[in-house]
């Protein structure tokens, strides 16, 4: 047999191995790569041509309209852009807010690293940008200072050890304490600390101040409401249950300007008679965080479903109570799971919060829009529309795609979708 | 008698707050009460604020007179009521809603394919084109179309044409379009016969080839039906058609006037009881009977004649139009006459949803076609299927499955953004709701009816989605 012959002879390879000859110069390169990705085929190569031709008109066209175009009006306001009316010898006081944030963005990043620390890069990018641009003296200092302080936080997150549960506190008094710098002041239990000079009204609060405000704020108080919203959802007692059903999909039912109009004109009618009016700031948060719960339901919903049915009988079977079952077990796991999807959900915020400019509230959009019937400017020959909207839509470009690419990382990394 | 340990046990004494059932029963009693209490506290103090203002809450403003127009949408005059305003937001909502949709599954079609494709400058373009656009907010994005590209576009007069199909300028495009005239009114009620055949006949014709056991569904079947059934009724309505009887006209400055059937007989045009002849052929007369001019009625029966210098004419004669009459936009002074209108307001918000909406649909597309596994390719070519029908038969109906529920609820998205339209001015139901609440002062009214409207739209959607999932989904052991 065949079989037992070869086994009894000595195999010997007549045919050693040849050095392996050199990939023809056209398959590997440049010349690789653009016959593999632009030239494949006729087809191909019309389009590749096509689309360049197309391309060459678009840019072309850009850079040349770029050049002439009028950027002065919008150079000459980025004070206004930044933080709407508030009053130019306060600009302390929001300052040292950022710095507050850069700090605290720079321990997180060190001590987390993963999405902090690509949000941290990004924001240390910004603050290197304006340090170096002429934006005045003032503004490329203190951006300085926030620099410094992001690097140094970096620094001594990456090698302090501090605790988790104290950073996270830190993060949450963040918000009210940012919350008193801006106002400059707070009444609270009838003492009155206001020590430099009256507080600043939130309707002077403007621009990409008050457009990051509304965002954070939003994401932040409806971060609780969301959470119990899910498990109400999952709940087994039916009235509960069918609350939170009927709460998610009524809010996410309507549109987002319905509920900030609703906010502005029907909500003074629910408020007791003797009740002053909140301020149209606090009115807008109260509709973002109203809408922004039943979307952070859903999501933190999915994130309930991800976690497997062994992990609740786990829990049971060391005798965890619900409350330690939840705390300990099912939301750890739920909430990670679901942190890009949470990023997705603030850089929708952060888009969507431009619809209070149709409330009339002075954020980034509204303040740029207001640009545009300064009496300064009326000379320009075809009027700045263009220079304005583009400005505008590059800002929020850049906030938010510098968002969702820290978060893409982070995805790429915890392999989300690819498992 | 019986044996000791069968007797009932002594009962466990578990005390009521930790007996499960209990807690349930007494936490769902806790919370429907605080419920109550708040919805009651809240009820109170819209019945206090309303009382101290001296209004009440009632429905009656809907059948008072809105005194404003509606520059949009099905006719409204200001005589119309606050009821008909609404519902000509919604219509108005849904002219946005629906063309919106099939053009951003198309251009959302292309774009999630030029994403995938093997040439790397369309797709790294599709590329950026996504991320441009889902990064920016809808509303600049609007405001931009709005302000910054179609109010800037050339005045009237130097307006831009494409060929014979399109006039653009800062008042919006015209297209040439087919218009059913006067003639062919009979020629919708054909058109809509022929939908319901072509859903018959395609339905039918699946069905059969289903219980042939072959492959393919009824899509071709459908069309064909369609255009022969339209076609026939567009002969019909060809041989038969007749101009009513008592076709009058009023003529005005020798030179503009309307033309209509004087339905209640009293010799003068009364708009909404009268109905205008559409689209007629119409030729101005001298009193010796010369012929001085020939143009087409519009869409509420008007007609002006444009060249005719310093004479007048004193009568009319009409011709019987065809039913349907291609309309081309022309240049008549400072007005466009003919062909299909779209206001500025109506292009830039569906510019704007379109352009936003399609980025979003052309990543859900790129998902849906990755979610296929590469193995379905592969063994659909080892079975010695073609491309296309690989891409029919194997990867779109499991792409589909995928894509279908984020697609509606793009589809819904869109629906909702279209109340941006707000911000260009266009009257939706929205706009025209705030319009409504301003001058009757039913705020709470308003928003429930707003409310109920929206959400009516994405319950139909849902529930849509959910029967169509149910249909498509993987039947599991």
Known sequence: MAQAELDTRTWVNRNPPQPGRKAPPSEVGVVGWLRANLFSSLGNTLLTLLTAVALYYLVSNLLRWGAQAAWEPVWANRKLMAVGGYPAERLMQPMVVLMLLSLLFGLSAGRWGELMRNLAIGLGVIFAVWMVIPAGSWVQTRMGICLALLVLGALVGSRVAIADRLLTLAWVIFIPIALIMLHGGVTLLGIEWYPWGAGVPSNLYGGLLLTSLLTVLGITLSFPIGVALALGRRSELPAIKYFCIAYIELIRGVPLISLLFMAMVVLPLFLPAGMTNPAGVTRAVVAITLFSAAYLAETVRGGLQAVPRGQYEAADAVGLGGWQKLRLIVLPQALRAVIPAIVGQFIGLFKDTSLVALVGLSDFLNVSRSILVQPAWSQIPGGITHEVYLSVAAVYLIFSFGMSWASRRLETRLGVGQR | ?477
Do not use: C
């Open chain 2, 1 to 477: 008698m019986s044996h000791p340990s069968l007797t009932a046990q002594p009962k466990a004494t578990i005390p009521f707050y930790r007996d499960t059932r209990m807690i349930a029963l007494i936490s769902q009693v806790i919370f429907v009460l605080l419920l109550v209490l708040v919805i009651a506290f809240f009820y109170n103090n819209v019945r206090e604020g309303l009382r101290a203002n001296g209004r009440t809450f009632s429905w009656n403003f809907l059948r008072q007179t809105a005194g404003f127009a509606i520059a949009e949408g099905p006719t409204f005059l200001p005589s119309d009521t606050y009821a008909r305003a609404f519902f000509t937001g919604a219509v108005n909502t849904l002219r946005v809603a629906v063309v919106g949709i099939v053009l951003a599954t198309i251009l959302g079609l292309l774009i999630g394919i030029a994403r995938l494709s093997t040439n790397w400058l369309l797709r790294t373009l599709a590329g950026v084109y996504i991320e441009i656009i889902r990064n920016t907010p809808a509303l600049v994005q609007l405001f931009f179309w709005y302000f910054a590209v179609i109010l800037t576009l050339p005045d009237i007069r130097d307006a831009a044409t494409v060929g014979d199909l399109a006039i653009i300028s800062n008042r919006g495009v015209e297209l040439t379009w087919p218009l059913i005239t006067e003639a062919g009114w009979g020629l919708s009620w054909w058109l809509w016969g022929a939908l319901v055949a072509a859903i018959l006949a395609g339905y039918g014709q699946q069905q059969w080839r289903l219980r042939q056991g072959k492959l393919g569904g009824g899509f071709g079947t459908g069309l064909l039906t369609f255009l022969l059934v339209a076609l026939i009724g567009f002969g019909v309505t060809w041989v038969t058609a007749q101009l009513p009887e008592q076709i009058t006209y009023e003529l005005r400055r020798g030179d503009r006037g309307t033309l209509y059937v004087d339905v209640n007989g009293n010799g003068q045009f009364d708009n909404g009881i009268d109905r205008p002849m559409r689209h007629v052929p119409v030729t101005l007369l001298t009193e010796d009977g010369t012929e001085l001019a020939t143009t087409r009625t519009d869409n509420n029966g008007g007609f002006v004649f444009f060249e005719l210098g310093e004479e007048r004419g004193t009568s009319l004669t009409w011709r019987e139009p065809a039913p349907v009459v291609i309309s081309q936009p022309e240049l008549q002074g400072f007005n466009i006459r003919g062909g299909l209108s779209i206001s500025p307001e109506y292009a830039g918000i569906l510019l704007g949803l379109v352009l936003y909406t399609a980025a979003f649909i052309a990543e859900i597309v790129r998902a849906g076609i990755n979610a296929v596994n590469n193995g379905q390719w592969e063994a659909s070519r080892a079975l010695g299927l073609s491309t296309g029908e690989t891409l029919r038969m194997i990867v779109l109906p499991q792409a589909l499955r995928v894509a279908i529920p984020p697609l509606t609820s793009q589809y819904l998205n869109l629906t909702k953004n279209s109340s941006l339209a707000l911000a260009v001015g266009y009257p939706d139901l929205f706009s025209i709701s705030q319009t409504i609440l301003n001058q009757s002062g039913a705020e709470l009214q308003v928003f429930l009816m707003l409310m109920a409207t929206y959400l009516s739209f994405s319950l139909i959607t849902s529930a849509f989605t959910n029967w169509y999932n149910r249909r498509v989904a993987l039947v599991e052991r």
